[in-house]
């Protein structure tokens, strides 16, 4: 490698991430050895399908398997960027010649504002060339969407864009049974989103509403279905009243929706039973609190993966900090008589059971 291409910065919306996208990445990578910034740049005019939190997820599992050195956003010039971060030169690809003198005036522009970086262009492979992000949007949603798309983007980019279809499905699903169905609430479901997939989070995100949602909906109980979806939606693993908050940000939706005072009431309630701080006697708070504890009984494989992504949200803390907060958190359930109230959860392939062996296993691996 010349002495001159010592970092390279790919820079795009990547909304989303597509096949496309993650050729040039690889050329780049093989052309700067590895040493390579992939940025999401950070544009509040542009109004975009995925989120800066899932986007950053999509990156993050690219570079898991080829290796560039970081993931990240920026805001404001990206030469500018370039010139903070120690890099030599700003990667573009180039589809056709259109793309050619757009990037060629862009380049001259990025020259007149910092002499010391310079621009590569990368073609992508024939087979991907004529992908976009645009071309790929436009697809969802249709019969057959999932396996034409399929072509178009990695995996796990396609897991990321279905779970967000649908999730907006359901959302729309259950303001219709509300009776709220409107233009309204589906903008309402970006906040939502915007919310859940935030770049902090790893287990209180997006997954864990839909893993359970289905289970939420046998109980045919149109506030539980609100509360569960709300019960997370702020959080920050630093504070404690984080459910408060969540509650206060459904009132504050579900005033936006139309729904009824006492059903507001309602939801804010359920939602404070998964604070999972004292005793719950009503069924129905019972059964939230269940249900957001399933986890806890989930083979021992996603228990630990959930127990390490749990710990990433913690990431703040030293080990020693997070150690005690855990314990005393986990410990908590095994002093009670039955960690999940309903006989419905409890005794299920004998959930009760496996939950307690969960836990034995992970407090003796934090005490160790």
């Not at 589809?95 to 310079?118: C, H, P, Q, Y």
């Not at 796990?156 to 303001?175: D, F, P, Q, S, T």
């Not at 709300?230 to 920050?236: A, E, G, M, P, R």
């Amino acid at each position: 490698m010349p002495d001159n291409l010592r970092l390279g910065i790919y820079a795009g919306t990547f909304d989303p991430l597509t096949s496309g996208h993650v050729n040039i990445i690889n050329q780049a990578c093989k052309l700067f050895k590895g040493q390579l910034i992939v940025a999401i740049g950070i544009n509040p005019g542009k109004k975009c399908e995925y989120s800066i939190g899932d986007r950053l997820r999509m990156l993050d599992t690219c570079r898991e398997s080829h290796k560039f050195v970081a993931s990240t956003t920026y805001d404001g010039y990206l030469v500018k960027y370039a010139n903070k971060v120690g890099a030599s030169h700003i990667v573009r690809g180039i589809r056709n010649s259109s793309d050619f003198e757009s990037e060629k005036t862009m380049a001259i522009v990025n020259k007149d504002l910092d002499r010391n970086v310079g621009s590569v262009f990368l073609m992508p492979d024939r087979e991907c060339n004529e992908i976009s992000s645009t071309l790929v949007k436009g697809l969802v949603g249709y019969s057959g969407w999932i396996e034409t798309v399929t072509g178009y983007v990695p995996r796990h980019v396609l897991k990321i864009m279905c779970l967000k279809n649908n999730m907006r499905k359901e959302w729309m699903g259950l303001c219709d049974r509300l009776g709220l169905g409107s233009e309204t609430n589906y903008a309402l479901f970006e906040e939502i989103y915007q919310k859940y997939t935030e770049s902090h989070r790893f287990y209180h995100d997006l997954n864990h509403i839909w893993s359970r949602l289905g289970e939420v909906q046998k109980h045919n109980d149109l506030n539980l279905e609100l509360a569960w979806w709300f019960h997370d939606s702020i959080y920050d693993p630093t504070k404690k009243d984080n459910e408060l908050q969540s509650s206060g940000f459904a009132y504050k939706m579900m005033y936006a929706m139309g729904v009824q005072e006492n059903e507001r009431l309602e939801v804010h309630r359920l939602i404070m039973c998964t604070q999972h701080n004292c005793l719950l006697s009503d069924p129905i708070g019972q059964i939230i609190a269940d249900i957001d504890l399933l986890g806890l009984a989930d083979d021992r494989f996603t228990f630990d993966d959930n127990s390490a992504n749990i710990r990433k949200e913690f990431s703040m803390y030293s080990d020693e900090e997070y150690k005690k907060g855990r314990l005393e958190f986990l410990e908590n359930f095994c002093k009670r008589s039955k960690i999940y109230y309903t006989k419905t959860y409890s005794d299920y392939y004998d959930r009760e059971g496996t939950a307690r062996k969960n836990l034995a296993r992970e407090i003796e691996r934090l005490r160790a």
